[in-house]
Structure formats: C-alpha cells, structure tokens
C-alpha cells in the first residue's frame, strides 16, 4: 500500500478469480433479474449467515425500505439517532415516524432500558442499530416488542457474521437489514440484503423490489431494487475469503487495544460478553478534558501525516435538518459520543506497523 493510510479500503479478490466468476456472463448474457450469481449467492449467504432466506437488493437502504413496505407498517418507529442517516430516512420515505432512543455509553447501542418509556399507542415497530459490530440487547428489545406486539427491524449494516452467544446475527428480531457496500467487512461492491424470520415475507420482498411483478400479474406499485449479476459475482467471490478478512481486521484491532488502552481521556468501544465480532470499525471517544486536546486535534494530526479518520456517526441523525414528522427526544448520551467519536483506519491488510504508526501520533499528543 502507499504512503498514505485511509479510514478504509475495500477487499478485493485475485482479479482472476472475479474474471473467472464473470466469464459466463459473456456466454448467457443474463446479467440481472435473479440470474444465477444472484441464486447463487443468496444460498452461500444463507449457509454463511445460518438463517432460512436472503433476499439481495441493490443496496442496503432499498432492503430497509423494501422490509417495512412488507411489514406494512403506520405509525411511529423507535430507533437511535446514533446511526447512518438512511436508517431514519428509510423509516420517512416510508410514511412513518421516527422516535429517538438515547444510546448506552459503552458500546453505543440503542438502551433497551429506555425503549419501553417511548412507546405510544402510535408505536409499530422498534429499529434498533448494531453499531460497529456491537450487538444490541436482543432479549430486552424481544420481551419489549412481544410485550406491546410490536415489529422488532434491525439495521445490521454493520453486523455481517458476526455471532452472539452462538446465534447468527441473522436471526435476531423479525427481519434484519445487512449492507454490502464497498466500505463494508463483506461487499458486492454495491448491494444489501433482507432476512425474514417469516419465510413468507421472502417472497413478499421478491415483489417489492421487481415493481409489484407476479408472472404476468401486477399485484401492488413495487420499486426496483434488484442485485445485478456483476454486483452478486463480487459477493461469491469475496465470501470466499470472509474469515480471512475478518481475522486481519481482529489483528488489527487487537493491537489497537494493545496501544490504546489505558491513555487517559481516550474511551474503547467496550468488549461485548459472547459476541464473536467482525472488527467492522474501530472507534476511540475523545474526551478533551482528560485528554487534553479535542476530536478535531487528533484528526488534524493524523491528517498531517497522511492518515484518514471518520467522525462516524457526527452530526446526529437527528439534527441534520427537520424533516417532517420526526419526534425529537433528548438524547444527551448520543449527542455526546458524537461531538467526540472518531473512526480510526480499519481494513484488511492495514498492517501492524500503520496501526502502530497511528497509535504513537495520538499518543505523542496526550
């Protein structure tokens, strides 16, 4: 890699093995509506992901919006404002309403304890975030929703294998959302999926995303949200190597930990208790009144020396403009973390000596 280190880089294959994946393509010419890449991967990813049905989209946000317009949802949806700002407009395109539950301060997850204070008799459906590979509370947030007879969605975008207490993270809640986007631990360059603990609404999401399409029938106004054959490729081929990308993500973060642990005003992610993680991010919380300098210092240093960091998730889902229909609780926990939460680089292949490279500039600052 060259000199300068970026927050992240995408895992590739051997360009040969992706030739090989693709070669065929030129023979059927069959390069989208679930051609047989598409097939394919939605059964390794089944396997991968030890759930039942995979439904793949075009990406991540359109498997989110195609899963509520399966649940057919109305009313209000609890979520965090601690997440990508398209779990909250998936849930305002869609006609709902978004309500905001402040986050815990360890691993940044939605608090499950404060979830049940929010619920109205307008509430639908809870949408909790799993945040950098952070688990949320799924027992809490199941006995809530089962409670009120809510929908339990998850936005899994950052979650890709990862397993807690032995379960796939796939089969937690009614549906989960899982994105493959290039930046993500697993990618199809584009693309994202939808997971159903109904098998029925496997086939229900296959109508939502080929416009409303049954055979020759048009049963509801659909969208268009289909992997195409390139994109499903990409993903075969990159499951091929998951685990090896994984643990080269694993290395790196443990030696961040290494490095970082114990420096005052510098706060860890905590280690979450029987979750097998997939190293999706690396975030620090700086607390400038311990650690003498702001967020904005270490990321102008590391920029100095040719070295990319995100302010992930800054400003707030919740304060980016005013949409109509959101409900503004406060949320102090969250607000918090994201003045002072930065990404540090994180990929396949950084290499220790980049992660040591990076520690000792933020070190060199305390």
Known sequence: MGDKILVTRSSMPPIEEYFDEIRDLWNTRWLTNSGVKHTELEKKLCEYLTVSNVALCVNGH???????????????????????????????????????????????????????????????????????GNVCDDDKITAIAEKYGLKVIYDAAHAFGVRVNGKGVAELGDASMFSFHATKVFHSVEGGAAVFKDEENYQKINLCKNFGINGEVLEHAGGNSKMNEFCAAMGLCNLRHIDDAIKSRGDAVRRYRENLEGIKGIQLSVVQDNVESNYAYFPIVVHPEEFGKTRDDVVCALSDNDIGARKYFYPLTSTVGDPAGVHLQATPIAEKISERILCLPLFEGIGIENVDKICKIIKDLA
């Open 62 to 132: 359109q498997a989110l919006e195609c899963i509520l317009e399966v649940f057919d949802l109305e009313g209000e949806v609890i979520t965090t404002p601690f997440t990508f700002v398209s779990t909250t407009n998936a849930i305002i395109r869609k006609g709902l309403k978004p309500v905001f539950c402040d986050i815990k301060p360890d691993d940044f997850t939605i608090d499950a304890d404060k979830i049940e204070a929010l619920i109205t008799d307008k509430t639908c459906a809870i949408m909790p975030v799993h945040v950098y």
